[in-house]
């Protein structure tokens, strides 16, 4: 055990002159509860005490972990966590200093948030939060929104700093994208998805729905006068199925069973089927996974009936709950076209996904890609290759990864007691979904309501089905939890617990 | 009369402490020759004898403006026109400096240029290129390149260091764009078309491929079952084919006559179009625009047939011979679609245009837009908001079409002369066609292929042709004139010109 203390560094006139020294507390190291964790704890408390005042510098992760004699990768987790929470600010300059909490959004009121917030490891975080804390403004818990606060640091503004004193180039050269920024997207999926892709099988896109688009374009003026029919997953990415209607492909809806996932016995029945669109590795909304033999199976069909299998791997940078399965288009590259994008990862502002396609359907959406031309930036490309070839796109995402755990494990405990409910997906990615036992898509509208009500935005699942009548869904709620600080969310979801239980009380 | 010297400071150990004075010559306001121009001879000419070296600072417009008694604007442009050139460089610190001559791309040899560039308003400027000077080193004269050298200054860079130090959104709030990018695009055309567009009616796109694909998309999904018929410029846009062959709608040429443009004739027998895409104030490629008669049957014929105008209006920022008329979509803005983008007037490496749509063919497009998602990076967006919003987008123009137009003066000289060939589409933009009289299609592709044997790219006119028997185009060749340097742009010049020289004499 550790008694020891924090000196933060205060701003006066002379910057960083005086000093403010709490003590931390004690550091247990038999405890179940991490280290990093009982560091943050000790921190926040400290922070939400006014003991430390906004704007204060803490120390260095160095000088914190040599005076608590720990690791100083355990500080850097204490110091993203309350980075998370929105407790910490990372400087311009480079440094660390504490947030002004009442800034945040509308929705969190300290003095009600505190004993939540405090003792995130003992009682259900979420459950003190009562309806006053809740004003009008909207916390926006839609479903994949990543937390994007923290991302323009230092690496980030120079990457874009350099991109831009470049003169921009005259042309396109390539449809394909800038060749720095393809063999750097190459490497990403080989660290974080174990595929061995050539930079010449990759096409930068604009984000994941340009990538559809293009897939789909070429796919359609393949087939210049028939009929097209493509599977979709039900319930599935509601974008997918208006993409396909602005082209006039028919959507063919395939069930994903809560448990089982895609229904792999109707999709044999399919016959005719021109492209099949699935989230094979998380599938959204419903978080389920395919195993090894469903993936073979779905392949063995996909060749028996020459399907094109287009694979949208929207956000499994993000494991949590179990190790990652790779991709489909590694067992088969020439049959599996991979479609991701930066949008979960880093931030949909950037507009920036690919599409990795060998063979001919490779050799298709290339020559599709020529003709509709590139529509992505080439200062963007050229500020995304710098940030990722000098790893600062891995080491954001390992930052996030802790983060969205620490989130995921709050919530899970958040929602374990509550009767009639079960949450689910929570296996990977920055989404959960609440199952309402016993429940029907009336009460589930109503639920929706109520929470909008008080100022929170979540979805309905029934928003995701295709076609109820194929598919009879569990009614439930979607919701993100990476965007809003962690204090706002522990808040957000203490609100839909109360409707939840008003609910069952009815 | 007035005998000055100029001042021009070299940089050593410490900065800008040595001085060069050379003398500019004698200036003569009785001359025909604009005093703009004899400055930039006279500084040419003390670069090219070697009296100032690389890197010495220019003395600042103010001050040699008051040294020679002229207005600052005269030495403003003298420098933009060497800049032009090549031969004045701006610094990341906004110091203006002798370039590097030399490492211009590989044809420039200087020994060669020297004569041809000291006395452009004298001879046919590049007359005295010979073969030699170009060696492999490909110049890219394709048409519809800008210069985009110097793109990269302070107001550039500034507004994209500010856009990269915001937090990246985690969502895309509104499909059409950013507000502020959307008003400043409205202020844009207002300044540069005459058009009072609202800001609500403007749409970003990613350039104008983006827009022309979510303009078809929109019309393709309003038509579900129907098969569409568009009619297209011949010769015309070849990309715009392209579009149209992957959404699976037909092409419907409709003539384009090289004096008198658009064939309203055969547009009157045209029964059953859905749309009609058009480039009525500068033909791409031909130049020809239409009158306001020939706006005016339009438009009666569109109201008639119920035809959507899609107006493409890709290079109107650079009006050179004449006045520019105001665009179709100002006359009937319900039933005209207006295009246009950044691509010419800043860089098409931001991959930033718009559509301006209103009444029920806006709805449907922002409708498309909201289901197949904004292609264009909020970053970018904000930062382009910024160079517009401080008026540096239209510095920038100013400056361009002060040199474009010095560009287009030199080539109407350097082509004045030549037997059975007349230069066109000058009027306005950053190409030009050289019609070959009494020359078929054989002898276009074989002095585009011998021009590009020499290391220069060009393309023959008859590759802009939907259909040679519709519409029987003279042989010719389109090229542009803005990227290279002037230097590089009139030794390739010269070598066109040999080309075709040595055909008549076959």
Known sequence: MVQCVVQFAS??????????????????????????????????????????????????T?????????????????????????????????GTVVADIVVQPAVVRPAVVRPAVVRPA??????????????????????????????????????????????????????????????EIARHLGRTRGLDVAADDVLVTAGTSDAMLLTLVSLRSANARK????????????????ILRRLGIEPVPIPVRVKSGLDLDALARQRGLDALIVTPNHHYPLGSRLDADQRARLLTWATREDVL???????????????????????????VVLIGSLSKVLTPAVRCGWVVASGAAGERIRATREDLDLPVSLVQQHALALYLAEGDLARHAARRRRDYRHRR??????????????????????????????????????????????????????????????????????????????????????????????????
Chains 1, 2 share one sequence.
Not at 131 to 156: K, M
Not at 485 to 499: C, N, P, W
């Open 11 to 60: 701003p006066t006139v002379d910057q960083w002159q005086t000093a403010t020294v709490i003590s931390l507390g004690i550091l247990d190291r038999s405890s179940a509860i991490p280290l990093h964790e009982q560091i943050a704890h000790g921190l926040r408390a400290a922070v939400l005490s006014g003991r430390v005042g906004v704007g204060d510098a803490v120390p260095s």
């Open 62 to 94: 160095r000088a914190l972990a040599a005076d608590l004699g720990v690791a100083r990768g355990t500080v850097v987790a204490a110091y993203e966590i309350l980075a998370g929470e929105g407790y910490l600010l990372t400087t311009p300059g480079g």
């Open 122 to 183: 003992v009682g259900r975080a979420a459950s003190v939060a009562t309806p006053e804390t809740v004003p009008d403004a909207q916390v926006d818990l839609s479903p994949g929104r990543p937390r994007t606060e923290g991302v323009a640091d230092a690496a980030w503004r120079s990457a874009w700093r350099r991109a831009a004193a470049l003169d921009p180039e005259p042309d396109v050269d390539d449809a394909r994208g800038d060749g720095v920024l393809r063999a």
């Open 227 to 242: 009929p097209l029919r493509v599977g979709i997953e039900d319930p599935g990415y509601p974008r997918v199925r208006m």
């Open 309 to 335: 299998v287009i694979e949208d791997d929207y956000d499994s940078e993000f494991p949590h709950g179990r190790a990652p399965l790779p991709p489909l288009s590694l067992l088969d590259p020439s049959r």
């Open 409 to 506: 494990r709050l919530l899970l405990e958040a929602f374990a007691d509550l009767p009639d409910v079960e949450l689910t997906a929570t296996d990977g990615g920055l989404h959960a979904v609440v199952l309402l036992r016993g429940r029907d898509v009336v009460a589930e509208r109503e639920i929706v309501a109520e929470v909008a009500a008080r100022g929170i935005r979540v979805e309905p699942l029934s928003r995701y089905a295709v076609s109820q009548a194929a598919s009879p869904l569990p009614a439930g709620i979607v919701f993100g939890y990476a965007a809003p600080s962690t204090v706002v969310l522990l808040e957000a979801v203490g609100v839909m617990i109360d409707v939840l239980r008003a609910h069952v009380d009815r």
